[in-house]
């Protein structure tokens, strides 16, 4: 259906709009991070810089825990990523094609961990922690990290399962393999794409965990980015430069991972979607 | 080679009996097709025999060996799925190579085997290529390849050719035949067309509704079906059915009638007919053509014409509502909406009791006793 010229500039003038709405932020954040102080408390904000200075980044670099806070939160959650794609892609693969009693009861009842807020779980989760002795331990952010992600993991890693023929998998059977074997030669190279998505979503959701770090973390060597960036807000000022600075380098790993199998994750969202 | 055994197998989905007690024997070397109708069981069957699917009663052999329970790695046989079930992430040589790492041959052996397969399927030159870069004829190949470099003594093919077009069926048929007379294995053979079950088989297995419904060499089944079901399945166009009441019977065969047909001698054999019961007639398209010289005259209107050039296919109406198809000569006239008479010689028809079986025909040609369409080829 061809449209006319103005639909298609309202359609333009709205998408530049949202554009801007969503991705002023990040310019803001970038941009402010290598002002000079007085320019970023201004009065009068400036969308292009009018200084420009690296003494923000030295200074969270060299004199600040934000090194710590970045590589606590790089193993929290590389560690929570591994976790939740090698159980995503098990479990996946038992629900999808293995038959056991409870299996389909089961397959539902994994996505009540999303049926109660974050919140209400966190004082029985601080407790069975504690017993643990895993308070201000990032182990306990992982089994947290991976315990909420691996519910959606699991769904979303059955539609790139389902799109595996089944009688590629008998073949594999009839040539002599054996069902690990059947896993990791035939079925995890045909859902790579799965497996990414499962793997960015995983990352992204353990990487700006703010509510169980704060409270499960109680020492600044173990605090991850999001809780240690809340740190430099302080009772009477807050050194804007250190906290902008800090933003910015906390969105490169995403950035980065993103720009590596960023393409992976559109598709799993929308895989299954249309036969 | 090595033959095959299915005794009293039944498999279950649910509620529903999709195989319902059947009993085969598959013998060494031969090239069977089980052929029947969407849903009747036929893949079913096959899967069992590859241990795909459980057996829920019965018993399979391969050999001497019981193998209901074992796994399909462990039967001896490799299969040719419908959708040819390549490795898409691997090249024609991994697709080829696979078993035979599973098996854990050394390099050197896989290699050797995998290039003479190559080069006896010619696709030598495809094997750095992966399966998204093949044509439907040489993932084909490819798939054949992968059943054969495994050297096992069953082969089991589930519509192969289904999804090729007209012109590369009739050539991978004919590469199937080629190689089932240089390997000579056991093959168990899938599909609902019955011109390729004609065409391959040494034998076929009609199978309907998960039961066996008759098992011959083509040609018996062409000229002496068991049944209705049989005589409707195999033969294109499709026999065309006359009910009709016994008149009379007698020692050379029983007299039959209808709206449509004048008194007409069945030379059947007629076990059990009397007088006044109801049949059914069979006549083939290709038996009625335009009448001659003591051919049973039928007629009515032409509703189709088909022009083939060598032959024509008609659509006749009788004035009772029966439709009858058949095949004229090329040269022949034929107008929609005219009238057209038909003959056809009662040899050439099949008689059928009310519950649908077969009367033995007392007149065959010869042929319907041969074992195998390529007896004389080999």
Known sequence: MRRGLGVNLALAGGLAFLAVVALLPFWWVISSSIKATNEIVSTTPTMIPHSFTLEHFAKLLTSSDYPRFLINSLAVSAASMAATVVLAVLSGYAFFRLRFAGRDFLYRAILLAYAFPAIVVLVPLYGMMSAARLIDNLFALVIVNVTFAVPFAIWMMRAFLAAVPLEIEEAARLDGASRLTILWRIIVPLIAPGIASVAIFAFISSWTEYLFASVLIQSDANKTIPVGLAGIIGQYQVDWGLMLAGATITTLPVVVLFFFIGRYFVAGLTAGAIK | ?378
């Not at chain 2, 040819?84 to 050797?112: C, G, W």
């Open chain 2, 1 to 378: 080679m090595v033959a095959i055994s299915l005794r009293g197998l039944r498999k279950r989905f649910g509620a529903a009996e999709v195989i319902k007690g059947v009993d085969l024997e598959f013998a060494a070397g031969e090239f069977s097709v089980i052929v029947g109708p969407s849903g009747c069981g036929k893949s079913t069957l096959l899967r069992m025999i590859a241990g795909l699917e459980e057996v829920d009663e019965g018993a399979v052999l391969i050999g001497d060996r019981e193998v209901t329970d074992a796994d399909p790695k462990d039967r001896g046989v490799a299969m040719v799925f419908q959708n040819y079930a390549l490795y898409p992430h691997m090249t024609v040589r991994q697709n080829l190579s696979f078993a035979l790492e599973m098996a854990r041959r050394s390099k050197a052996e896989i290699d050797a085997k995998v290039n003479a397969v190559g080069e006896a399927l010619h696709i030598g030159e495809l094997l750095d290529r992966k399966p998204s870069q093949l044509s439907g004829g040489q993932r084909q190949r490819v798939a054949l390849g992968r059943a054969i470099v495994r050297d096992v003594g069953v082969f089991l093919f589930d519509e192969p050719l289904s999804n090729l077009d007209a012109a590369l069926r009739v050539a991978m048929r004919a590469e199937l035949v080629r190689l089932h007379r240089e390997l000579r294995n056991t093959i168990v053979y899938v599909t609902h067309d019955q011109v390729e079950a004609m065409t391959l088989a040494d034998r076929i297995v009609v199978l309907q509704a998960g039961k066996v419904m008759q098992v011959g060499a083509p040609l018996q089944l062409y000229h002496r079906p068991a049944n209705l079901f049989v005589a409707g399945f195999i033969g294109s166009p499709r026999m065309n059915f006359i009910p009709v009441e016994v008149a009379s019977v007698r020692p050379d065969g029983a007299t039959v009638r209808s709206p449509e047909l004048p008194p007409t001698l069945a030379p059947t054999r007629v076990d059990g007919l009397k007088a006044g019961d109801k049949a059914t007639l069979g006549v083939r398209p290709e038996h009625l053509n335009l009448p001659t010289e003591g051919s049973t005259v039928i007629e009515g209107a032409v509703e189709l014409v088909e022009r083939l050039g060598r032959e024509t296919g008609v659509r006749v109406r009788t004035s009772s509502g029966l439709a009858l198809d058949a095949i004229i000569d090329g040269a022949a006239r034929a107008v929609a909406g005219a009238r057209l008479a038909l003959g056809f010689r009662p040899e050439t028809c099949h008689l059928f009791t009310a519950e649908g079986r077969a009367l033995e025909r007392r007149v065959a040609p010869e042929i319907a006793d041969a074992l195998s369409p390529h007896a004389d080829q080999a």
